[in-house]
């Protein structure tokens, strides 16, 4: 499967941005998605991940109650709503996608993922 992350983007802190992450090739609807961030000097880190049914999720304690992921199977496309955004959400965010069998799954190791987006651009100025 082949994935585009789109959306980023330059934004005050408390404005919002929504990411979305494309993806095509193989049947998107048996895919556990995620999202992670790598900051400047930072290692990249685990951000938001939704299962294949989109009936679970799961977030970083640092985005709980901020950031909102969703998925919509029908247009293969997953998406990261982030509110209130904060200068230290200041990343490259990437989206992933894993394989499952589980409708339930939902996986937040970055290197229990199988494929990569390109990683979208996201700067909040204080």
């Known amino acids: 499967v082949q994935l585009q ?3 980023g983007g330059l934004v005050q802190a408390g404005g919002s941005l929504r990411l979305s992450c494309a993806a095509s090739g193989r049947t ?5 998605m995620g999202w992670f ?3 400047p000097g930072k290692e990249r880190e685990f951000v938001a991940a939704i299962s294949w049914s989109g ?3 799961y977030y970083a304690d640092s985005v709980k109650g901020r950031f909102t992921i969703s998925r919509n199977n029908a ?3 997953v998406y990261l709503q982030m509110n209130s955004l904060k ?3 200041t990343a490259v965010y990437y989206c992933a996608a894993k394989e499952v069998q589980n409708v339930r799954l939902v996986v937040t190791g970055q290197h229990e993922y199988d494929y990569w987006g390109q990683g979208t ?3 909040v100025s204080s």
């Open 5 to 7: 992350a789109s959306g």
């Open 28 to 32: 998107f609807s048996r895919y556990v």
């Open 37 to 39: 961030r790598q900051a």
């Open 55 to 57: 009936g679970s999720m």
């Open 75 to 77: 247009k293969n496309t």
């Open 87 to 89: 200068p230290e959400d």
């Open 121 to 123: 651009q996201v700067t």
